[in-house]
């Protein structure tokens, strides 16, 4: 069972907005952890979509956002498009476990 | 742009160990920014942290892993392996690889750069 905590599944028609929660705890992201954020598209490898709480590496379109705000933190996909259709991870650190952790991750499927 | 690829045996034998390599290339693992790391999936769940090294051997564990992972560094051949020990059938997983890297604070490290990843089944 993780420590940061992620709804399974969210679901947009293209073109809308959805966002994504990560909530965690004051050992984690409450405690002021950087939150980043991952996009893993079927069948293929992770591939890092925000870093340090709202930084995105090149190439990521600008469509994708992130905040946090006390020991949560959320991703904003805008103009949804279906290529946008994969599963999605936060990470931060857990000074308890002493770890860098993961959400269970949540499905994005366009309608 | 580094590039990553784990290789090593797709099958493992209960209670035996597992082995993986990833060779870096496009890129230097002797980098003082970067941190190398493994991390697992397992089929059809989320992702963990195993550990990651630096290149002057120093490493950090996820304690739920300690005792049974080794993760070393080879910077003559830009390579860097994970030895799991004991492996049960709760190790089979993807394996990847992936560069960490080093921000203001070692908790804030985020993983920018993955290889595509290595299934290992452990069954006898």
Redesign the interface.
């Known amino acids: 069972q993780s420590v940061l905590t992620q709804p399974p599944s969210v679901s947009g028609a293209p073109g809308q907005r959805v966002t994504i929660s990560c909530t965690g705890s004051s050992s984690n992201i409450g405690a002021g952890y950087d939150v980043h954020w991952y996009q893993q598209l079927p069948g293929g490898a992770p591939k890092l979509l925000v870093y340090v709480d709202n930084n995105r590496p090149s190439g990521v379109p600008d469509r994708f956002s992130a905040s946090r705000s006390g020991a949560s933190a959320s991703l904003a996909i805008t103009g949804l498009q279906s290529e946008d259709e994969a599963d999605y991870y936060c990470q931060s650190f857990d000074n308890s476990l002493k770890s860098y952790v993961f959400g269970p991750g949540t499905r994005v499927t366009v309608l | 742009q580094v590039q990553l690829q784990e290789s090593g045996p797709g099958l493992a034998k209960p209670s035996e160990t597992l082995s993986l390599t990833c060779t870096v290339s496009g890129g230097s693992v002797t980098r003082e920014s970067d941190y190398w790391s493994w991390?697992r999936q397992p089929p059809g769940k989320?992702?963990?942290?195993i550990g990651y090294i630096y290149y002057s051997g120093a490493t950090h564990y996820?304690?739920?892993l300690r005792g049974r992972v080794t993760i070393s560094v080879d910077t003559s051949k830009n390579q860097f392996s994970l030895k799991l020990t004991s492996v049960s059938a709760a190790d089979t997983a993807v394996y990847?690889c992936a560069r960490q890297?080093a921000?203001s604070?070692q908790?804030?490290?985020?993983?920018?750069?993955?290889?595509?990843?290595t299934l290992v089944t452990v069954s006898s």
Do not use: R
């Open positions: 991390i989320g992702l963990e942290w996820n304690p739920s990847y890297v921000t604070s908790a804030n490290y985020y993983l920018d750069q993955w290889g595509q990843g």
